[in-house]
């Protein structure tokens, strides 16, 4: 079956840096996304990676590893309004869109 | 208006009511999609409409009906509804669908908030 894992929740402290994880089993690749949802409101896109390696856009990085089947998102300079769920999605041989549960991330003044 | 609008923000209906939820999206973009998004689960792929054609219908019962009269709008019927399906019902739209999507994100409304009593 298809998969993509990733944490639950995490916290961190305003200022600060984290990294948020997501692991993937899926029938072929076409790119990776990862969107921000705040609580009662859209996802919102937030990075697209279909090559290896970092893509940098502002305070936010997200890295791929096709050949481990790994990404990540990096968030810089923590404000409190980044406060929110992450979702990892893939897509897949057939061009669906594979996500996973999200992270919930918890920023502490 | 830009984006996607959904409509209404939230719902509550009893298990014998019939209401339908309401999408918008003023991007000219040729496909829609809804997702039923429960809560600490992965978003699930309901359906979806490729230039007002429905091109995936991924099992989900017949108490839930969609609608496409035109690439800007798209409805979903619901009917004789269980407690079960409470979540959040999003709506998403996209540039195009299948191998024309590639490269391409989603762009999502806020979602309906439904609560089956």
């Known amino acids: 079956g298809q998969n993509i894992d990733q944490p639950t929740e995490m916290t961190a402290t305003e200022g600060a840096i984290v990294q948020i994880n997501c692991t993937y089993q899926t029938s072929g690749f076409n790119g990776l996304f990862w969107y921000q949802q705040h609580a009662g409101e859209a996802p919102t896109f937030l990075s697209y990676n279909v090559l290896d390696g970092l893509e940098e856009k502002g305070r936010f990085s997200s890295f791929l590893s096709r050949s481990k089947g790994y990404s990540y998102l990096l968030l810089k300079e923590l404000q409190m309004k980044d406060s929110a769920s992450y979702l990892c999605a893939v897509r897949d041989s057939n061009y669906q869109l594979i996500w996973g549960a999200g992270t919930k991330l918890i920023i502490k003044p | 208006e830009t984006g996607v609008t959904q409509t209404p923000r939230h719902l509550v209906m009893g298990m014998t009511n019939k209401k339908s939820l309401k999408c918008e999206q003023h991007?000219?973009?040729?496909?829609m999609y809804w997702y039923k998004q429960s809560a600490k689960k992965p978003l699930e792929l309901m359906f979806v409409?490729?230039?007002?054609?429905r091109v995936e219908n991924n099992s989900v019962p017949s108490r839930f009906s969609p609608e496409c009269p035109n690439s800007s709008h798209l409805f979903l019927h619901l009917h004789t509804l269980q407690p079960e399906d409470s979540a959040l019902y999003l709506c998403?739209?996209?540039?195009?669908w299948g191998q024309g999507a590639l490269g391409t994100e989603a762009f999502f409304g806020q979602g309906t908030r439904l609560t089956v009593v």
């Open positions: 998403a739209s996209s540039q195009d």
């Open positions: 991007l000219g973009h040729n496909a």
């Open positions: 409409y490729s230039l007002e054609e």
